[in-house]
């Protein structure tokens, strides 16, 4: 298996702008989590969803945040407009449900965004 | 609430010296627990895993125990190599739970 699978790996834009990340989690994963890893506050749970519902989205920090999960196989994490604070790397993660607390989750490799 | 509380980093080692991370957790019910490990540049991959007290998970000598009576899962490995520099979080997940819930990672730095 590919893995999960993050677009782009870097992005660089300007405050202001939209910016739109991607995720394709595991074939046949149900449960698919956004997170936010910075310095200053290391690795936030912004939003997850199971079985394309979002089940919480109680981290997501405001309403210039938004996440969608259209089909089993790929979701996104929107940005409009994007301000230098949001400057992190955004991780996207997928695991089994089914297997309950004994799943693990599985990481992409993150997509690094800066706004300048 | 549901929380996991691991040691601050960074922790600088010599090649060969034994590691011991510590993590304690606060959970209602009987959570598993685990430890990722995040290299350089790269997500987070899980380590090893231990699903009930008493448990042992183990992978690449590393080890950690699920001691249900003092709530932690501290992390050991014998022998540190320069290749286990990376950052390190205990999480735990809770029966019934969908999340993943993070400590705030160890920072290890193994000099040759």
């Known amino acids: 298996d590919a893995g999960v699978i993050q677009s782009p790996r870097h992005e660089v834009t300007e405050m202001g702008q939209e910016v739109t990340l991607r995720c394709k989690p595991i074939?046949?994963?149900?449960?698919l989590f956004w997170y936010r890893q910075t310095m200053m506050r290391g690795l936030e749970l912004l939003i997850y969803?199971?079985?394309?519902?979002?089940?919480?989205d109680s981290g997501m920090p405001e309403d210039r945040f938004s996440a969608k999960m259209p089909n089993a196989s790929f979701s996104t994490l929107k940005i409009q407009p994007s301000e230098p604070r949001d400057s992190a790397v955004y991780f996207c993660?997928?695991?089994?449900?089914?297997?309950?607390?004994?799943?693990?989750?599985?990481f992409g490799q993150g997509t690094r965004l800066t706004v300048v | 609430g549901n929380s996991v509380t691991q040691m601050e980093g960074p922790v600088t080692l010599s090649e060969e010296a034994f590691l011991t991370i510590n993590c304690t957790y606060t959970?209602?019910?009987?959570?598993?627990l685990f430890w990722y490990v995040q290299y350089p540049g790269e997500g987070l991959q899980l380590l090893l895993k231990?699903?009930?007290?008493?448990d042992k998970g183990s992978n690449k000598g590393f080890e950690a125990t699920y001691r249900k009576e003092t709530t932690s899962f501290h992390l050991e490995k014998g022998s540190v190599q320069v290749s286990d520099s990376a950052v390190y979080f205990c999480?735990?997940?809770?029966?019934?739970?969908?999340?993943?819930?993070f400590g705030a990672g160890t920072r290890l730095f193994v000099k040759a």
């Open positions: 993660a997928s695991s089994l449900a089914g297997q309950g607390q004994r799943a693990e989750a599985f």
């Open positions: 074939s046949g994963h149900n449960s």
């Open positions: 969803f199971n079985n394309n519902v979002p089940i919480d």
């Open positions: 959970a209602t019910g009987y959570p598993s």
């Open positions: 231990a699903t009930k007290a008493d």
């Open positions: 999480a735990l997940k809770l029966s019934g739970g969908f999340k993943t819930i």
